[in-house]
C-alpha cells in the first residue's frame, strides 16, 4: 500500500516538474495542479474551525454586515489576483518559474473567500455569497493559467 503513496506523489512531483520545463500544455496542467494544491492547503482547515464555530451557536449575520464580508473578499481577492499578474511578470524572477509562483500566490484570492465563508457557516446567505465570490476567484485564475505559459526557448 505505501507503494500507491508513492506513485502519487512522484505522479505530482512530475507534473510539477512539468510545470518548469515541459511543454506549454504540460505546463499549464503544472500550474493548475500548483493552484488546487496551494488552495487546499490554505482553505481546508477553515472547514472543521468552521465547524467548531458552528457549535457555539453564534447568531446569523445583518444583511449590512453580509455585504460588507462580500465587498472584502471581493478586494482583498482582486488585490492578490493583481499581485500574481505582477508575479507573472516580474523580471527579477526566472522564466520557468513565474507562471508557477504565479499560480501558488494565486491560490490565495479564492482561499480568503473561502476561509471567510467557513466563519460564516451560521448564516447561510453570507456563506452561499462568500463560497460563490471563492468560485468566481478561483475560475478567473484557472483561466489566468495559459497566459503565463513560459514562452519557448530559442
Same mark, same amino acid.
Request: charged letters at 10%; proline letters at 9%.
Given at each position: 500500500?505505501?507503494?500507491? &503513496?508513492? &506513485? ?7 507534473? $510539477? ?17 500548483? $493552484? ?12 472543521? $474551525? ?8 453564534? *447568531? ?16 482583498? &481577492? ?40 467557513? *466563519? ?35
Amino acid at each position: 500500500m505505501p507503494e500507491a &503513496g508513492a &506513485g502519487a506523489w512522484q505522479t505530482v512531483t512530475a507534473q $510539477l516538474t512539468a510545470a518548469l520545463r515541459g511543454t506549454p500544455a504540460e505546463q499549464v496542467r503544472g500550474m493548475r495542479l500548483a $493552484l488546487r494544491l496551494a488552495f487546499a492547503v490554505l482553505a481546508l482547515p477553515g472547514l472543521p $474551525l468552521g465547524l467548531l464555530y458552528l457549535l457555539t451557536r453564534p *447568531a446569523p449575520l445583518p444583511l449590512q454586515t453580509t455585504l460588507l464580508l462580500g465587498g472584502l473578499a471581493l478586494l482583498l &481577492g482582486w488585490g492578490t489576483l493583481w499581485l500574481a499578474r505582477r508575479a507573472a511578470a516580474n523580471p527579477d524572477i526566472p522564466r520557468e518559474q513565474r507562471g508557477l509562483t504565479a499560480a501558488i500566490q494565486g491560490a490565495s484570492a479564492p482561499a480568503a473567500a473561502f476561509l471567510m465563508g467557513c *466563519a460564516c457557516l451560521s448564516s447561510w446567505p453570507a456563506l452561499v455569497l462568500l463560497w460563490g465570490i471563492a468560485a468566481l476567484l478561483y475560475g478567473v485564475m484557472w483561466r489566468q493559467i495559459p497566459n503565463w505559459v513560459a514562452a519557448p526557448r530559442p
